[in-house]
């Protein structure tokens, strides 16, 4: 970055220092702080006590898509702007996600561990029971959020994405919404119990938020049924905490994973899981994409201290 | 099964017992013997010596797609029919090779493994460089066999499918063969080094014959480049035994293979490569398929001992 308009501060390091701590060690005048660029590595709640703090913070600028771990509404009381990604992520994630729910229905990972483990292989113990992926259904949420307008047209457009790559494999797409949407011609369900019940694979593309939180519930996993594989690609809350016993139970098929509860730590149950691809929340992570992020970022501070509009804001109202 | 005009004899393990051997152990008239289901779970030559052996076989049904294990030459001189199972298998494969392309590209199973090694991930570490699936160019062997009139359409149908699933990741296709062929609308080649410059990926789809063998030799991986992935879902003798060196020596990305010179044994010095997805020959293992192949076998028989022409024959002339 050569910002003109602004200077930027040392970086604040979230895993060794409070931010009371940061400001104090650094001798910082909070009132020197008009943006804050987070990058959401360990997600810390981006929050009230954070403002106090920051008292005259005018614009939240996040490295992620999913905005989360931002108290919106106190964004909004106090006039200070939130931008994203955007959509930049997107062709990235779709291929992550379609990666993970094909890895997870051919058992490419537990097979490649089989091989490497016995160094060579016995074809009767090989043959994998999968599911033929040309036969299965596949289901893309694409939910918006209801906190009112926020914008989750990244998320419709990933569930798009992901959408379009399947149909290439042969799969029959659904898709939940609150409404019908009118351009798209995929088979319309309001019900997530409905929809499970006739899915064979659920690829979890929304945002997370107090409407979406664990839509995924243990009755949807049963109505998944024991040959029903989840991708989550979203925030790990999407699906209720009763995944890693429907996973360990067989109630479901398996999960291709991007996303946990407390990241960086992963379950530790889900560790001997063959039904399991576990993916280190990397689904965006190309070198391609991180210097366009950076670049986003760059934009969007240029933006703000020239006194235009964010390039991708997060509607707040 | 449940032949009608024909029995079937104990079966031949090949891993324990020579032909001779099982054909004293069990007291049987070699004359008695017409038809030879092979199920190539490791690759026996079906050669002159088998056919000494059984002296009046008329026809070989195997379970396999491709024929590299059976001598055809033979087979036409002595009159005996081939059938293989045609294109039953290429839905699975084309899925098992997507797979496998942009598990390496996504580092998928290097991740997973991580994972689980560590219990928790270090986002730093985790962020594998990987090539953008849009913006690479795929590449799509649809090379027919040289050895005349053997019918490689399920080869082709296979890169096709390879190709459709993959152009719904943005990828750019190219073929390869000897011929241009007017139906198909991607950019042609002739020369496989010229083609391996222009890709980031090579997706072996091509029956292994003297023409076909080694064809990805280590000038066409220098070519292919160190962010290049190759692909094999075909024989392992497509490509040179440079193969390995080149992985290990980074003169390729990475590679996706589903199959080896000595199965079941796999070469020792692939198993601690992180940029190399090693699966056990099971693209086409899926139950459904299974079943359909058994049938498949079954409808042969009935034909050959009905005086009819295979279902699925392999061309012989």
Redesign the interface.
Known sequence: MSPQNYSLSKPWNVNSLTLEQFMVENQYDPSMFQALIFCP??PLPINKMVFQLLPCLKVVVTTSTGVNHIDLSECQCRGIQVANVGSLYS??VA??A???L??V??S??A??????AT?????PQ??????????FVGFFDILRALVKDIKSSRFEALAWKVA???????CIILYLSRKKKPFITYPFYSNMLELASNSDALVLCCPLNEETRHMVNKEVMLALGNKGVIVNVGRWSLIDEELVNCLIEGHIGGAGLDVFEN????P?QL?VLDNV??????AA??????MAATQLVEDNLEAFFSNKSPVTPIKLN
Chains 1, 2 share one sequence.
């Open positions: 590595l360990c062709e990235d291929d992550v379609v990666a993970l094909i890895g229905l051919t490419i990972v097979a490649d561990r089989f091989v490497r160094m060579q292989f016995d074809f090989a043959s994998y029971s999968k599911i033929v992926l040309s036969d379009k790559r399947l149909e290439a494999f042969g990241e960086p730590n992963v530790q560790l691809i576990l993916s280190p929340h990397n992570f190309t070198n391609e994409t991180f």
